[in-house]
């Protein structure tokens, strides 16, 4: 009989050390005064029925559970995709994880449109048994790219991942709507870098 809280533990631990150091990047973007490439961080533990329905769908035992790479799961939002080639490159220069695999789904959107970068990273979490070592998934994503994403997913559940064409139509075109968006911001980031600093000054003052 698999001890779920005790088996999840680890992967709690991984998910809220990861928030608050990405959360340090952020504050020290704004210590700098200058535009931070991370606008906020989330993270989340798979439940156990989300993780009995992965390992199904791999066709895995409950014995490899721990092959399963997104059971500890953050998020890092940006308001740019420029932002998040910032991002990757100073995860990649981190030395507190190791990068097992990178997945470019913005370069290379999926078929339904999905657009995302993925890095499966190995965290070494400090125990009372030692050291554990436990895989976790980090998407770097813009705030558009996350709308989408949530949306979908939300869909995902009410058809099992079989949509309607109509619906897989719509998504196909908001995918697209929601990256020509991150494409006409970046084209006025430098206006909106330069107004943001202008709002953040003034409300330092006020």
């Not at 994503?141 to 949509?163: C, D, P, V």
Request: some cysteine.
């Amino acid at each position: 009989m698999m001890e779920w809280e005790e088996f999840l533990e680890p992967y709690k631990q991984a998910v809220e050390e990861l928030k608050v150091k990405l959360k340090s990047l952020r504050r020290q973007f704004e210590l700098k005064k200058t535009h931070s490439a991370i606008e906020f961080v989330t993270g989340r533990v798979k439940p156990v029925p989300s993780i009995l329905d992965k390992l199904k769908q791999k066709n895995l035992t409950i014995d490899r559970v721990e092959e399963l790479y997104d059971i500890a799961g953050i998020r890092i939002m940006c308001q740019f995709v420029d932002d998040i080639k910032q991002v990757v490159q100073l995860l990649r220069d981190r030395n507190d994880f190791e990068i097992v695999e990178e997945k470019d789904y913005i370069t290379n959107k999926k078929e339904s449109g999905y657009r995302s970068y993925h890095m499966i990273i190995r965290y070494p979490v400090q125990t009372i048994h030692g050291e554990k070592k436990v895989l976790a998934e980090i998407q770097i994503r813009t705030l558009a790219m996350n709308f989408w994403a949530t949306i979908e997913h939300s869909l995902n559940y009410k058809y099992n991942g079989q949509f309607p064409e109509d619906i897989l139509f719509r998504l196909k075109r908001a995918a697209e709507a929601a990256y020509s968006l991150d494409e006409e911001m970046s084209l006025i980031r430098e206006e909106i870098r330069e107004a943001q600093v202008v709002f953040s000054n003034k409300k330092e003052h006020s």
